[in-house]
Every structure is written in C-alpha cells, then in structure tokens.
C-alpha cells in the first residue's frame, strides 16, 4: 500500500525559506517519478516541481523556478522541497505525489499522471 507523509510546513515570512520532507513506503520508491504538488486557496491544484527515478532529471513550473529545489534520497525512500525566495502566492497546502507509472525520466507536469498523495502539509508566507 503506497504511503506518503508529508512534513515541515509552517508559517514564514516573504523571502523566507522552508524544507518540505516526504517519507514513501510500500512500493519500490527508485523507480516512479515522484512530485510536489500544492493547492492555493480558491485554486487548483498544480505540478510545482517533478523528479526523475535516478533524482537526475527535475523540472518546475514557471512560477518556482530558481527559488524551489526538488531532491530525493532513494536509500532514506524521502523526497525534499528545498524552498527559498518565497511569496504569498506560495501560500498552500503542499502534497509529495508519486507517478502511477514506473519508469522513465521525463516526469510529466500533467496532475493526472501523479495518483497517489500525502495528506499534504500547510505552507502560509506572509509579509
């Protein structure tokens, strides 16, 4: 059973910083593509920042590049959001999210190919 747990959110002020940690149990976690993804108030839920099996291929969505780090340790079975720069349109229920599929480096941005999901874990920057 796929299981991923969040942690690390808080409240921040703009241009502060935080480190999001997921932990993944009950599947092979080297070989998904796994994925940040968060939910603002009133929005939808977007692809933020994606990470190949390997952690060698990652992308971000235009609105976090240069300020957000995805990473991952495959012996800890953790993935990381290194964030930095942050603004109040940061402000958001963040989720770790694995793909449904295995394999591949080229993680999609598209929401529907992640499946699988945390509880999430509240991110509030405020000035």
């Known amino acids: 059973q796929v299981h991923l747990v969040e942690s690390g959110g808080g409240s921040v002020q703009v241009g502060g910083s935080l480190r999001l940690s997921c932990a993944a149990s009950?599947?092979?976690?080297?070989?998904?593509?796994m994925a940040w993804l968060r939910q603002g108030p009133g929005k939808e839920r977007e692809v933020v920042a994606r990470i190949s099996p390997s952690g060698g291929v990652t992308r971000y969505a235009d609105s976090v590049k240069g300020r957000f780090t995805i990473s991952r340790d495959n012996a800890k079975r953790a993935v990381y959001l290194q964030m930095s720069s942050l603004k109040s349109e940061d402000t958001a229920m963040y989720y770790c999210?694995?793909?449904?599929?295995?394999?591949?480096?080229?993680?999609?941005?598209?929401?529907?190919?992640?499946?699988?999901w945390g509880q999430g874990t509240q991110v509030t920057v405020s000035s």
């Open positions: 999210a694995r793909r449904e599929s295995a394999y591949g480096t080229s993680c999609p941005a598209t929401l529907d190919e992640y499946t699988y």
């Open positions: 009950g599947y092979n976690h080297n070989i998904f593509c």
